[in-house]
Structures are given as structure tokens and as C-alpha cells.
């Protein structure tokens, strides 16, 4: 069992910086993939970024490369989400997942999910 909570959503201009957060608690938490993936307003959830915890390497789409940066930090069982340059195109609910090992790849197949910060760029 994996409790997920968001934090750092807000409203930034575009061309700004947020920076997003997700505490996780839980058993073993060393052995899971962690991603972001976010939800625009009538469309489907998007994958964004992943980090498997135990090694660090990381993921991502193609749209947020070179202006978006995941991290961990093991002493506060936290990942983040640097966010950069930050588009219009990039407003949506973002959610913090995990799930254990990397079977189903990067993109797919979590189990646990938390309940999402809202990240509004404005023009």
C-alpha cells in the first residue's frame, strides 16, 4: 500500500517555473517506478515523466524534454517535478503515480495514484 499527496500547483504565466512535489508513504517504497502524468479538460490522461527510485533512470514524453525534470529524494520519499518554460499547453490536473518494479514499461500499469494539483498557464 502506497499513500501519494501532491503539492505545488498553482497559476504562472507562460515561460515560467513551477516546481511539483508528491510525498509517498508506504512499504518498499526503494522498489517502485514513480511517473507524472497530467489531464487537460476533455482529454485523456498524458503521460509526463517517470523515475525508477532504486536506479534513477528517468522518462519522458516527448513535449516536456528539455524544459521538464523528475527527481527523488530518498531521505523524504518524495519526487518532483521541475517544470520550465512552461506553456499554455501544459495547463492540467498533474498526478503523482507509482507502482512496483517496471513491468508494462514507463508509461503504463500503475496502482496507486494520488488526487492531482492543478497547474494553469496563462498566455
Known amino acids: 500500500q502506497v499513500q501519494l499527496v501532491e503539492s505545488g500547483g498553482g497559476l504562472v504565466q507562460a515561460g515560467g517555473s513551477l516546481r511539483l512535489s508528491c510525498a509517498a508513504s508506504?512499504?518498499?517504497?526503494?522498489?517502485?517506478?514513480m511517473g507524472w502524468f497530467r489531464q487537460a479538460p476533455g482529454k485523456e490522461r498524458e503521460f509526463v515523466a517517470a523515475?525508477?527510485?532504486?536506479?534513477?533512470?528517468?522518462y519522458y514524453t516527448d513535449s516536456v524534454k528539455g524544459r521538464f525534470t523528475i527527481s527523488r529524494d530518498n531521505a523524504k520519499n518524495t519526487v518532483y517535478l521541475q517544470m520550465n518554460s512552461l506553456k499554455p499547453e501544459d495547463t492540467a490536473v498533474y498526478y503523482c503515480?507509482?507502482?512496483?518494479?517496471?513491468?508494462?514499461?514507463?508509461?503504463?500499469?500503475?496502482?496507486?495514484w494520488g488526487q492531482g494539483t492543478q497547474v494553469t498557464v496563462s498566455s
Open positions: 523515475v525508477v527510485w532504486s536506479i534513477g533512470i528517468t
Open positions: 508506504g512499504r518498499t517504497i526503494s522498489m517502485y517506478t
Open positions: 503515480a507509482a507502482k512496483m518494479g517496471t513491468r508494462g514499461g514507463p508509461r503504463n500499469s500503475y496502482d496507486y
